[in-house]
């Protein structure tokens, strides 16, 4: 686990705002993450949810506005600078290497930590072999308890699509994050799955991190979540635990009254 400097929120995002050209998808956003907690983004299809993921994790920058964490400024950092910091996230659509056994895209996860380091091509062939060893060691828990292990050298495109979304979140796991984002973790599972996946969501709070995550699924969102944010049209409308997301006519309105009208 990664050492903490701030006894502030976690994650910070001060008045987001993204344009795409002439599409405004992010409208002046700001939210806290706590620490140890399990935070939700709702809102409807093409509400502006990925997209700020997608400025959280450095895949773009924001057209204004700013994201802290754990004290430290992250806006205009690249992905792999984000990961490095200990802010881990997983894909809307899978992104995990088919063609790589089940192991092999969980130990590309492990290798993103830090402390593996730049130099690790310069290692003499015995010492990167005991390291290997032990990235395997260190990765087999984390399959073990994602019910994957028996299929580590399985080619992860082989895998069901909930076996393929495990190898996702192993391998996001595998870099000891202090937190995770999550996009979409639910979709395409079935409903034994997703209990399944809200236990696991849990216990990685439990483990003391911290996680974000964007679900459609209200029940999981609302069975798992510390906190949540709803999204509409890209302004953010209700921020609350989930009994007062559950009451607030703004959301019942979006949620049962047909869309976005
Ligand atoms: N890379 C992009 N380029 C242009 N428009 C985008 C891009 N990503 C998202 N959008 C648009 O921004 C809006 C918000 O999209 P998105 O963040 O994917 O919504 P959500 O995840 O809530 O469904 C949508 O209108 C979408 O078409
Ligand atoms: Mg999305």
Known sequence: MSTMHDSGPLLQIDSLDKYFGGLHAVRNVSF???RGTIKAVIGPNGAGKTTMFNMIAGYFPPT???VHFNGKKITGMKPYMVAGQGLMRTFQNLKICRELSVLDNVLLGYHTK??????AGMLSTR???REEKNAVEAVIPLLEWLGILHEKE?????????????????RALASDPAML???EPAAGLNMHETETLAGQIRDIREQGRTVLLVEHDMSLVMDI???IVVLNFGEKIAEG????????EDVIRIYLGGGNA
């Open 32 to 34: 806290d993450v706590d």
């Open 64 to 66: 204004s506005g700013s």
């Open 114 to 119: 830090a402390k593996s380091g730049f130099g």
């Open 127 to 129: 010492r990167s072999r």
């Open 154 to 170: 399985t080619l992860a495109g082989n895998l069901s699509f909930g076996g393929q979304r495990s190898v996702e979140l192993a």
């Open 181 to 183: 984002l999550l996009d």
């Open 225 to 227: 979540s510390d906190e």
């Open 241 to 248: 635990p989930p009994s007062a997301i559950q009451n607030n």
